[in-house]
């Protein structure tokens, strides 16, 4: 079976390097790198900058220290989802990483609420560039290239240096395998890029890193994630905080976890037959319970794995086949990858 990969919003750089199966088995077990010029930095400065984005955003960076992240959404008053991003503490700033298709969203809706607040915003994303490596080799490539790697918990980062330039290290929050950022100027990034290559790291292109997404489970903004999904139903609980204070769209989040649940929740699937198309509705006993979003055919060393993302009701459980369209689909747990030589993983 050849690898089937459906995402709407492909990362940087080429599809492949001529082996989409040798990419992905590299991020899984050993070191990929690169390219991440398709995300967005954003710099908050000023002495409102903590209070103001602590009343924007859904997750806490009134208590963040410095050196650490968060992940959160944007929200409108009403609790759509305008974006997802990642907000970092730099002690006398606030960088916000996010999708470059979300640059001008952001930009406009943080402009739509500085009113007297003492902020300045700074749009950095054609003035920084970063590199990603992933996979459980990824701290000894970053070191062998000449990168100081220290011990750092998810989403927690340090300034280092390579070659007497300034590089900031970022450990990520993947669940699976072990992931890093640098992040460095732009005239740099061709000659680090080599210098990971040179350590042992794989090139690995946009259909492997897709696939490394749909494994892990991890939604999509614009895909797996719209405006017209509730935060709670993503299944990202890391996005949000319950007891940090008012924020904009505050209102909609605590009303659905006060009332205990939602109705759809995302969910992995294991796929037979025709693998459907993003957008196809679930189906259980002839009724609508849900709908596809992300569709891929995952090259484990146990064989092809098609497999899909989507929404699905509460009340349907983990082992539950389901339909969509000709195939049939398993509800499996999240992610649907553990290790590279483990099936998916089911209740």
């Not at 000449?146 to 970022?170: C, N, Y």
């Not at 395998?177 to 640098?182: D, Q």
């Given at each position: 079976?050849?690898?089937?990969?459906?995402?709407?919003?492909?990362?940087?750089?080429?599809?492949?390097?001529?082996?989409?199966?040798?990419?992905?088995?590299?991020?899984?077990?050993?070191?990929?790198?690169?390219?991440?010029?398709?995300?967005?930095?954003?710099?908050?400065?000023?002495?409102?900058?903590?209070?103001?984005?602590?009343?924007?955003?859904t997750?806490?960076?009134?208590?963040?220290?410095?050196?650490?992240?968060?992940?959160?959404?944007?929200?409108?008053?009403?609790?759509?989802?305008?974006g997802?991003?990642?907000?970092?503490?730099?002690?006398?700033?606030?960088?916000?990483?996010?999708?470059?298709?979300?640059?001008?969203?952001?930009?406009?809706?943080?402009?739509h609420?500085?009113?007297?607040?003492?902020v300045?915003?700074?749009?950095?994303?054609?003035?920084?560039?970063?590199?990603g490596?992933?996979?459980?080799?990824?701290?000894?490539?970053?070191?062998?290239?000449?990168?100081a790697?220290?011990?750092?918990?998810?989403?927690?980062?340090?300034?280092?240096?390579?070659?007497?330039?300034?590089?900031?290290?970022?450990?990520?929050?993947?669940?699976?395998?072990?992931?890093?950022?640098?992040?460095?100027?732009?005239?740099?990034?061709?000659?680090?890029?080599?210098?990971?290559?040179?350590?042992?790291?794989?090139?690995v292109?946009?259909?492997?890193?897709?696939?490394?997404?749909?494994?892990?489970?991890?939604?999509?903004?614009?895909?797996?994630?719209?405006?017209?999904?509730?935060?709670?139903?993503?299944?990202?609980?890391?996005?949000l905080?319950?007891?940090?204070?008012?924020?904009?769209?505050?209102?909609?989040?605590?009303?659905?976890?006060?009332?205990?649940?939602?109705?759809r929740?995302?969910?992995?699937?294991?796929?037979?037959?025709?693998?459907?198309?993003?957008?196809?509705?679930?189906?259980?006993?002839?009724?609508?319970?849900?709908?596809?979003?992300?569709v891929a055919s995952?090259?484990?060393?146990?064989?092809?794995?098609?497999?899909?993302?989507?929404?699905?009701?509460?009340e349907?459980?983990?082992g539950?086949?389901?339909?969509?369209?000709?195939?049939?689909?398993?509800?499996?747990?999240?992610?649907?990858?553990?290790?590279?030589?483990?099936?998916?993983?089911?209740?």
């Amino acid at each position: 079976m050849s690898v089937i990969l459906a995402d709407k919003h492909p990362a940087s750089g080429p599809a492949d390097f001529g082996d989409v199966r040798a990419e992905f088995a590299e991020l899984l077990a050993g070191a990929g790198v690169f390219d991440l010029s398709h995300r967005a930095r954003i710099s908050l400065t000023g002495g409102d900058r903590v209070r103001w984005l602590n009343g924007m955003i859904t997750n806490n960076v009134r208590d963040l220290p410095a050196g650490a992240g968060v992940y959160a959404f944007l929200l409108s008053p009403q609790g759509h989802i305008l974006g997802d991003l990642y907000a970092y503490n730099h002690g006398d700033r606030i960088t916000i990483d996010s999708d470059r298709q979300q640059l001008e969203k952001l930009l406009a809706t943080f402009d739509h609420y500085i009113i007297m607040d003492d902020v300045e915003v700074a749009n950095l994303s054609d003035s920084s560039a970063s590199i990603g490596v992933a996979g459980p080799r990824s701290a000894e490539i970053l070191k062998t290239a000449g990168i100081a790697v220290p011990e750092l918990d998810p989403l927690h980062f340090a300034a280092s240096t390579w070659q007497g330039k300034p590089v900031t290290v970022v450990r990520k929050d993947l669940p699976t395998v072990a992931a890093y950022e640098v992040w460095l100027a732009p005239e740099h990034f061709s000659a680090l890029r080599e210098a990971l290559l040179a350590a042992g790291g794989k090139a690995v292109g946009a259909s492997a890193l897709g696939l490394l997404r749909i494994a892990e489970g991890i939604p999509r903004y614009g895909q797996d994630i719209r405006e017209r999904d509730l935060p709670q139903e993503t299944g990202q609980e890391r996005a949000l905080h319950f007891s940090k204070g008012c924020y904009i769209g505050q209102e909609i989040v605590e009303r659905i976890r006060s009332r205990g649940a939602v109705h759809r929740r995302f969910a992995g699937f294991e796929v037979e037959g025709a693998q459907p198309e993003a957008g196809t509705k679930i189906q259980a006993d002839g009724k609508d319970v849900g709908e596809v979003t992300s569709v891929a055919s995952l090259p484990l060393p146990t064989g092809d794995r098609p497999v899909a993302l989507g929404y699905l009701r509460r009340e349907v459980p983990a082992g539950k086949v389901v339909q969509a369209g000709k195939a049939q689909l398993t509800v499996a747990t999240l992610p649907l990858v553990q290790r590279p030589d483990t099936a998916i993983g089911k209740d």
